[in-house]
């Protein structure tokens, strides 16, 4: 079946530091791609997103990079700071069938 | 986006009984999505729930031991039947991901915890 790989399952950077995640898709339809950032005991949080028709997209400190050739898109974290730590999730969207595909989340730990 | 909330917000049941969730939303939205998130896991989408139809489940998961109910626009409970300490998780309900938004926004989860 389709899936979404994400990589790494755990990153620590230093506090000022940039962070990247990276995820592949296998479902060459699917045309939406957004990131989520969940805090411990919170809800999955939607922190930026991108579309199939575009190849980069940047909000303040994050962006977002997608490579459709490659089925592949990053979560860019730059001057990381320690209210950044939690675990973030990527996805992706086929809006012909409805499929949403989370990656397996990655555990950002910022280091003061 | 949507205002979705949750109840309960966490509770502690015994084996063998059954529990229900109730997701509610501030807006008419056609499509509804429960999902399970166990400790330190993504996010496994249980099943869809449409106003007027059956549920659709996803491959692992049953009727009989997650019923759902979806009785208008708004509103969707999921029961988790017959618990065992394996169904110990976040349940979370969402909407969005359908034609009319791409986005899906959560609720804020229900944490089981089966003894």
């Known amino acids: 079946g389709e899936n979404v790989e994400q990589h790494p399952s755990t990153l620590s950077v230093q506090e000022g530091d940039s962070a990247v995640i990276k995820c592949t898709y296998s479902?060459?339809?699917?045309?939406?791609f957004p990131w989520y950032k969940q805090e411990l005991g919170k809800r999955p949080q939607l922190i930026i997103d991108i579309r199939s028709n575009v190849g980069e997209k940047k909000d303040q400190r994050i962006a977002v990079t997608l490579n459709k050739t490659a089925k592949h898109f990053s979560l860019h974290i730059t001057e990381t700071q320690p209210e950044d730590s939690a675990v973030y999730f990527c996805a992706s969207f086929t809006s012909g069938t409805y499929k949403y595909i989370f990656g397996t989340g990655t555990r950002l730990k910022v280091l003061a | 986006s949507a205002v979705i909330s949750q109840k309960p917000s966490r509770d502690i049941c015994q084996r063998g009984t059954s529990l229900t969730i109730q997701c509610q939303v501030d807006?008419?939205?056609?499509?509804m999505f429960w999902y399970r998130q166990q400790p330190g896991q993504s996010l496994t989408l249980i099943a869809t729930a449409n106003q007027g139809s059956e549920a659709t489940y996803e491959s692992g998961f049953v009727i009989d031991k997650f019923p759902i109910s979806r009785p208008n626009l708004t509103f969707s409970t999921l029961t988790v039947s017959n618990m065992s300490p394996e169904d110990s998780s976040i349940y979370l309900c969402s909407v969005g991901g359908t034609g009319v938004s791409d986005t899906q926004y959560f609720g804020p989860g229900t944490r089981l915890t089966v003894l």
């Open positions: 479902d060459s339809a699917s045309n939406y």
């Open positions: 807006s008419q939205v056609t499509m």
